[in-house]
């Protein structure tokens, strides 16, 4: 992990939240937030991993198991000071009922993530914002590694953007992104070859906002009847054939329309051995 981002993994606290116990996701982001604050103000130089090679100036990787009992340590202190006197006096004005269900199917592992923040804005700290909230799900091939780094990073990616404050559908698109070039270069490094789509649900008052990449998929119900958002990214879309042989590759039937005879969808987060496997290209 890279000293830049300590926050991403410090933030992802809150999605141990279901793991642990029944804590409502008000406090869960609010934990989240005091306990990211006060470890990135903290000295972090004792965690830091030596270089071995050059060519890795502006950068530093942090040994993630050292941060964790670092993160877990400040967590157990500030819910022991909370105990004592609660600070907290917001709630949150929407409420989102949300059921998750996840299924490892007939793979050796589970290489799918979800991410559900209903109290963005208390997360994040932000005060100036209409409610805000953040649901996505990530369907992870070739291991698990792309799918974790998307769940962790991109909502943060988000809120990072210079234009999240007045264009989050712009904001979203950047993420992806931004998302997608740094696990690239994190795959390089440590000779991934995994990917990950993924699909994001952005509420912000009133207004639903929905990015993806790849073939995950989301649906409105309103009033009992579906509402198609969005058109998934497969090899067997004509524009997605098009896109994918302008740029050297090919579409072949082999169980399924799948680039080049292998993947199946024709856009991911990583996988840039294959580049034309992009994303939002």
């Given at each position: 992990?890279?000293?830049?981002?300590?926050?991403?993994?410090?933030?992802?606290?809150?999605?141990?939240?279901?793991?642990?116990?029944?804590?409502?996701?008000?406090?869960?982001?609010?934990?989240?937030?005091?306990?990211?604050?006060?470890?990135?103000?903290?000295?972090?130089?004792?965690?830091?991993?030596?270089?071995?090679?050059?060519?890795?100036?502006?950068?530093?990787?942090?040994?993630?198991?050292?941060?964790?009992?670092?993160?877990?340590?400040?967590?157990?202190?500030?819910?022991?000071?909370?105990?004592?006197?609660?600070?907290?006096?917001?709630?949150?004005?929407?409420?989102?009922?949300?059921?998750?269900?996840?299924?490892?199917?007939m793979r050796r592992k589970m290489?799918?993530?979800?991410?559900?923040?209903?109290?963005?804005?208390m997360l994040f700290n932000l005060?100036?914002?209409?409610?805000?909230?953040?649901?996505?799900?990530?369907?992870?091939?070739?291991?698990?590694?792309?799918?974790?780094?998307?769940?962790?990073?991109?909502?943060?990616?988000?809120?990072?953007?210079?234009?999240?404050?007045?264009?989050?559908?712009?904001?979203?698109?950047?993420?992806?992104?931004?998302?997608?070039?740094?696990?690239?270069?994190?795959?390089?490094?440590?000779?991934?070859?995994?990917?990950?789509?993924?699909?994001?649900?952005?509420?912000?008052?009133?207004?639903?906002?929905?990015?993806?990449?790849?073939?995950?998929?989301?649906?409105?119900?309103?009033?009992?009847?579906?509402?198609?958002?969005?058109?998934?990214?497969?090899?067997?879309?004509?524009?997605?054939?098009?896109?994918?042989?302008?740029?050297?590759?090919?579409?072949?039937?082999?169980?399924?329309?799948?680039?080049?005879?292998?993947?199946?969808?024709?856009?991911?987060?990583?996988?840039?051995?294959?580049?034309?496997?992009?994303?939002?290209?």
């Amino acid at each position: 992990m890279l000293a830049s981002g300590p926050a991403f993994e410090v933030q992802d606290l809150y999605e141990f939240r279901p793991r642990f116990s029944n804590c409502p996701s008000f406090l869960a982001a609010a934990l989240a937030r005091a306990t990211s604050d006060e470890v990135l103000q903290s000295d972090l130089s004792a965690h830091y991993i030596p270089k071995e090679t050059e060519g890795t100036e502006g950068s530093v990787e942090i040994e993630t198991v050292k941060l964790a009992r670092s993160v877990f340590s400040k967590l157990h202190e500030i819910c022991c000071s909370w105990v004592k006197e609660f600070p907290l006096r917001r709630r949150p004005q929407l409420y989102y009922e949300t059921s998750i269900h996840a299924i490892k199917n007939m793979r050796r592992k589970m290489e799918d993530k979800h991410v559900c923040i209903p109290d963005f804005n208390m997360l994040f700290n932000l005060e100036d914002q209409e409610e805000q909230a953040y649901f996505a799900v990530f369907d992870g091939h070739g291991g698990v590694d792309a799918a974790i780094y998307a769940s962790i990073h991109l909502h943060v990616n988000l809120v990072r953007q210079e234009m999240f404050p007045h264009d989050p559908a712009e904001a979203l698109c950047r993420a992806f992104r931004v998302t997608d070039e740094r696990f690239v270069q994190k795959a390089a490094r440590e000779s991934l070859r995994c990917g990950t789509t993924g699909v994001v649900t952005f509420i912000r008052g009133n207004m639903l906002h929905v990015a993806w990449v790849g073939d995950s998929q989301v649906m409105l119900v309103r009033k009992g009847q579906a509402v198609e958002l969005m058109k998934p990214h497969k090899p067997d879309r004509e524009d997605e054939k098009q896109r994918i042989e302008a740029l050297g590759g090919c579409v072949v039937w082999f169980g399924a329309w799948r680039v080049n005879g292998s993947l199946s969808v024709s856009r991911a987060i990583g996988r840039k051995n294959i580049n034309f496997v992009s994303l939002l290209s």
